[in-house]
C-alpha cells in the first residue's frame, strides 16, 4: 500500500515538473499569433492612401493619377502640378491645399474675394456649394485688354471648406482656358476624393 502511495506521489510530482517546464512555452507560442497579426495590421495601415503630415492641424486624404501629376509637399502647403513640366508658354496648372488653423470660412470669405479681385479680371459671384466639396466657391477668369477671353486666359477657382476644429482648408486651382475640360475637368475629380482625416 505504501509503495502504491510513493509511486502514485512520484507520478504527481513528475507532472507538476513537467507543466512548470514546459507550460510558459507552450502560453507564449499561443499569444504569439496575435502580436505578429497585430504588427501586420499596423505595417498595413502604414501603407495607406491617406496623406499626412505632423505639422498641419488636421490631416486629409485625396486621390490623384500620379501618372500626370505630382505632390510637392510644403511646411504650409501641398500643391499638385503636372508631372511633365508645361511649356513657358502655358499659364500655371496647380491645385494647391492650404490650411489656416485660426480663421473660419466666413472670416477668410472677404479676403480671398477681394484677392480673386486683384489676381483676376473678371470674379464671379460666391457660392455656396456641396459638390465636390463642402463650402463656398469662388470663381474667375482673366480677360485682355479688349474684354476677350483666349485659350490661354487664366481661369481660378477657390474652395473654402470647414476643418472642423475651428479653420479652414483653403483649396486653389490655378489653369487656362483651353484646359477647362482636361485639367480642370481633372482638378474637380480629385477634390471629389478630398476627405478629412480624424486622428
Known amino acids: 500500500m505504501k509503495k502504491r502511495y510513493l509511486a502514485l506521489t512520484i507520478v504527481i510530482i513528475s507532472v507538476v515538473t513537467i507543466l512548470i517546464i514546459f507550460l510558459p512555452n507552450m502560453i507564449s507560442q499561443v499569444k504569439a499569433p496575435s502580436k505578429e497579426i497585430a504588427e501586420e495590421n499596423q505595417q498595413s495601415d502604414s501603407k495607406g492612401s491617406a496623406y499626412e503630415s505632423p505639422k498641419k492641424?488636421?490631416?486629409?486624404?485625396?486621390?490623384f493619377d500620379k501618372d500626370i501629376y505630382k505632390l510637392v509637399e510644403g511646411d504650409q502647403s501641398d500643391t499638385l502640378t503636372t508631372k511633365v513640366?508645361?511649356?513657358e508658354k502655358y499659364p500655371e496648372v496647380s491645385?494647391?491645399?492650404?490650411?489656416?488653423?485660426?480663421?473660419?470660412p466666413e472670416e477668410l470669405l472677404p479676403i480671398l474675394e477681394m484677392q480673386m479681385g486683384v489676381d483676376y479680371t473678371s470674379p464671379k459671384e460666391t457660392e455656396k456649394v456641396i459638390d465636390p466639396v463642402d463650402g463656398y466657391w469662388l470663381h474667375a477668369i482673366s480677360h485682355d485688354s479688349a474684354g476677350l477671353t483666349n485659350w490661354d486666359s487664366p481661369v481660378g477657382d477657390i474652395y473654402i471648406i470647414d476643418n472642423g476644429v475651428g479653420g479652414s482648408f483653403v483649396i486653389t486651382q490655378k489653369y487656362f482656358l483651353e484646359a477647362a475640360e482636361g485639367h480642370g475637368s481633372n482638378f474637380r475629380s480629385i477634390l471629389e476624393t478630398f476627405q478629412i482625416v480624424e486622428k
Open 57 to 63: 492641424q488636421v490631416d486629409y486624404m485625396i486621390s
Open 85 to 87: 513640366p508645361l511649356e
Open 95 to 104: 491645385l494647391k491645399i492650404e490650411q489656416i488653423n485660426d480663421q473660419s
